[in-house]
């Protein structure tokens, strides 16, 4: 955080608190505190300037943080809506960052939290009292009228842009996670290739970005500073080896949000994350597809079956959405089973409908040994560029299974590995042309 993104503050007087309707089914009552805040500053001799924020942790669970300061010092109540738990705060006032005590309600010393403020929230990590434990929350500020508690993300969507690159016309996609991630990826569909995009946004609403560039086997191709300009106009400033800079404008083509699903129930805690993009048909069966999994995660708990409490949770990573169809990948966690389980999705928008790659082929057409050979082609490339035993070890048992559909070509994705991230290897349209069935889902290719 910069030191001169000075955090704009509003002079609150008179006060009034409100009550407010909450998420997920259940009804519970928030409390802005806002006279509670005023009375941790005691006898008032100057102006108490307090805001309000709403975030989401890591974890799923909603917060209500309401914040006052004094330019002394701050003081605040943070509230777990999810759990029901409630802590005062309280520490000396920077104006652009923050270093507080959390007490439980007994004053006992709970956590502490430390956070970077700008103009639009807080990006905050919370320390349990041993700072063994952390959680990572990003803070909107918020209005009082008006005001709700939040059981999504307000800053995760998805856009999609048109732009230049090295002269050549690209289409990029990004994503915005909730802790302040991007990724997503650049199609060049000229040259038959693309290139893996990841990095973070500066700010809370993401008018900035600073962005990687990887090619598909994994080496740094470019970086990129991204300024949104204006609603349909984003600059970035693209670095190459630092010999020189490069200024374009990518253009906005359609931004959608994403839906949540927040539950707690004994031993689990769901939390689902899902695209809705205005087509009725599609938004519907991702609905009945994430309730249908969501009943499934509930059934499973049996009382007194685990010990412990088991996450649940539900992604998407987008490869393409086309008026044609929405293709990519669910990331699932799920509480019987410690790793992390994909099912790769290619829903076809003018049937209603998820296809699958058999119904893409002619009969004849013996698609499974042509994308094996390819693949094993491809890893052997990689393996060229890479050439460390543990690359090659990590190529030995990956095998791309997960596919999908980009502007490129068919996309074959690896699974999620905490060394080597995610690898995609895309198989051109064009090598298959001649037997792509030509009354079948894929038949507007040609």
Same mark, same amino acid.
Not at 230 to 258: G, M, P, S
Not at 290 to 295: E, G, L, P
Not at 326 to 347: D, K, N
Not at 388 to 416: I, Q
């Given at each position: 955080?910069?030191?001169?993104?000075?955090?704009?503050?509003?002079?609150?007087?008179?006060?009034?608190?409100?009550?407010?309707?909450?998420?997920?089914?259940?009804?519970?009552?928030?409390?802005?505190?806002?006279?509670?805040?005023?009375?941790?500053?005691?006898?008032?001799?100057?102006?108490?300037?307090?805001?309000?924020?709403?975030?989401?942790?890591?974890?799923? $669970?909603?917060?209500?943080?309401?914040?006052?300061?004094? &330019?002394?010092?701050?003081?605040?109540?943070?509230?777990?809506?999810?759990?029901?738990?409630?802590?005062?705060?309280?520490?000396?006032?920077?104006? $652009?960052?923050?270093?507080?005590?959390?007490?439980? &309600?007994?004053?006992?010393?709970?956590?502490?939290?430390?956070?970077?403020?700008?103009?639009?929230?807080?990006?905050?990590?919370?320390?349990?009292?041993?700072?063994?434990?952390?959680?990572?929350?990003?803070?909107?500020?918020?209005?009082?009228?008006?005001?709700?508690?939040?059981?999504?993300?307000?800053?995760?969507?998805?856009?999609?842009?048109?732009?230049?690159?090295?002269?050549?016309?690209?289409?990029?996609?990004?994503?915005?996670?909730?802790?302040?991630?991007?990724?997503?990826?650049?199609?060049?569909?000229?040259?038959?290739?693309?290139?893996?995009?990841?990095?973070?946004?500066?700010?809370?609403?993401?008018?900035?970005?600073?962005?990687?560039?990887?090619?598909?086997?994994?080496?740094?191709?470019?970086?990129?500073?991204?300024?949104?300009?204006?609603?349909?106009?984003?600059?970035?400033?693209?670095?190459?080896?630092?010999?020189?800079?490069?200024?374009?404008?990518?253009?906005?083509?359609?931004?959608?949000?994403?839906?949540?699903?927040?539950?707690? *129930?004994?031993?689990?805690?769901?939390?689902?994350?899902?695209?809705?993009?205005?087509?009725?048909?599609?938004?519907?069966?991702?609905?009945?597809?994430?309730?249908?999994?969501?009943?499934?995660?509930?059934?499973?708990?049996?009382?007194?079956?685990?010990?412990?409490?088991? $996450?649940?949770?539900?992604?998407?990573? *987008?490869?393409?959405?086309?008026?044609?169809?929405?293709?990519?990948?669910?990331?699932?966690?799920?509480?019987?089973?410690?790793?992390?389980?994909?099912?790769?999705?290619?829903?076809?928008?003018?049937?209603?409908? *998820?296809?699958? *790659?058999?119904?893409?082929?002619?009969?004849?057409?013996?698609?499974?040994?042509?994308?094996? $050979?390819?693949?094993?082609?491809?890893?052997?490339?990689?393996?060229?560029?890479?050439?460390?035993?543990?690359?090659?070890?990590?190529?030995?048992?990956?095998?791309?299974?997960?596919?999908?559909?980009?502007?490129?070509?068919?996309?074959?994705?690896?699974?999620?590995?905490?060394?080597?991230?995610?690898?995609?290897?895309?198989?051109?349209? &064009?090598?298959?042309?001649?037997?792509?069935?030509?009354?079948?889902?894929?038949?507007?290719?040609?």
């Amino acid at each position: 955080m910069k030191s001169n993104e000075i955090i704009k503050y509003l002079f609150i007087a008179p006060v009034y608190c409100f009550y407010l309707i909450t998420i997920s089914g259940q009804t519970t009552t928030v409390s802005l505190k806002v006279h509670d805040v005023m009375d941790m500053f005691g006898s008032i001799q100057q102006g108490v300037w307090i805001n309000h924020y709403a975030g989401i942790s890591t974890e799923g $669970d909603s917060y209500v943080f309401t914040l006052g300061h004094n &330019t002394k010092e701050y003081k605040g109540i943070l509230q777990n809506v999810s759990k029901n738990e409630l802590f005062t705060a309280e520490g000396a006032f920077h104006s $652009d960052q923050m270093r507080l005590v959390l007490l439980d &309600t007994s004053y006992e010393i709970a956590g502490y939290l430390s956070g970077d403020v700008n103009a639009t929230g807080v990006l905050v990590n919370i320390l349990d009292k041993r700072k063994e434990k952390g959680r990572y929350i990003e803070f909107e500020k918020v209005n009082r009228d008006g005001y709700k508690v939040l059981d999504c993300p307000a800053q995760v969507w998805y856009q999609s842009y048109h732009g230049i690159m090295d002269q050549n016309p690209v289409f990029i996609q990004l994503q915005k996670e909730k802790d302040q991630r991007v990724f997503g990826s650049i199609s060049v569909p000229g040259k038959l290739t693309g290139y893996i995009v990841s990095g973070n946004c500066e700010d809370t609403r993401c008018q900035k970005m600073n962005l990687r560039v990887y090619d598909f086997f994994g080496e740094r191709f470019k970086e990129y500073k991204a300024t949104k300009l204006d609603l349909n106009r984003t600059q970035v400033e693209e670095f190459f080896k630092d010999k020189f800079q490069i200024f374009e404008d990518w253009n906005a083509d359609t931004k959608y949000n994403f839906n949540c699903k927040n539950l707690s *129930i004994p031993a689990i805690r769901l939390y689902a994350q899902f695209i809705q993009i205005n087509d009725r048909e599609f938004d519907n069966w991702l609905e009945d597809f994430i309730n249908k999994w969501k009943d499934q995660v509930i059934s499973f708990y049996q009382p007194g079956a685990m010990q412990e409490q088991k $996450d649940a949770t539900a992604y998407m990573d *987008i490869d393409w959405i086309s008026p044609d169809w929405v293709s990519g990948i669910f990331r699932f966690t799920e509480p019987w089973s410690e790793v992390e389980r994909s099912l790769p999705f290619t829903y076809d928008r003018r049937l209603h409908r *998820i296809v699958s *790659i058999e119904e893409l082929f002619d009969k004849e057409f013996d698609y499974k040994s042509f994308f094996a $050979d390819y693949i094993s082609w491809k890893k052997k490339e990689m393996m060229s560029i890479n050439t460390s035993s543990r690359f090659r070890g990590y190529m030995d048992v990956e095998y791309f299974s997960l596919w999908s559909l980009r502007p490129e070509g068919f996309c074959f994705t690896s699974e999620f590995n905490t060394v080597w991230g995610i690898r995609k290897i895309i198989v051109p349209y &064009t090598l298959l042309q001649e037997h792509i069935r030509r009354n079948g889902p894929l038949r507007k290719l040609f």
